[in-house]
Nanobody
Framework: HVQLVESGGGLVQAGGSLNLSCAATVNSNNLNCMGWFRQAPGKEREGVAHIYKRDRTYYADSVEGRFTISQDNAKNTVYLQMNSLKSDDTAVYFC?????WGPGTQVTVS
């Protein structure tokens, strides 16, 4: 059973940046596909970015060019660097290995 814990959320002004982290309790070399998702109040959870086999990345159109997903196997951690944040990015952000989910971290853009 993989445990995932997100961190790095917070309150930021529009145009600012945050770097989210997702720490895994297993060697992330074994995590071939990781994803970041988000859920805003009253909306369904949506995919934001995925990383496959540590170097193939996919982004939702709404974050393309602003967000970057990366994976550091030495630290068993997946990151989501978020730049040029907008109010529409406000949501709870979750990471997942597509079987397990972290508890989420709140991102609020004012």
């Amino acid at each position: 059973h993989v445990q995932l814990v997100e961190s790095g959320g917070g309150l930021v002004q529009a145009g600012g940046s945050l770097n989210l982290s997702c720490a895994a309790t297993v060697n992330s070399n074994n995590l071939n596909c990781m994803g970041w998702f988000r859920q805003a109040p009253g909306k369904e959870r949506e995919g934001v970015a995925h990383i496959y086999k540590r170097d193939r990345t996919y982004y939702a159109d709404s974050v393309e060019g602003r967000f970057t997903i990366s994976q550091d196997n030495a630290k068993n951690t997946v990151y989501l660097q978020m730049n040029s944040l907008k109010s529409d990015d406000t949501a709870v952000y979750f990471c997942s290995d597509f079987n397990n989910w972290g508890p989420g971290t709140q991102v609020t853009v004012s």
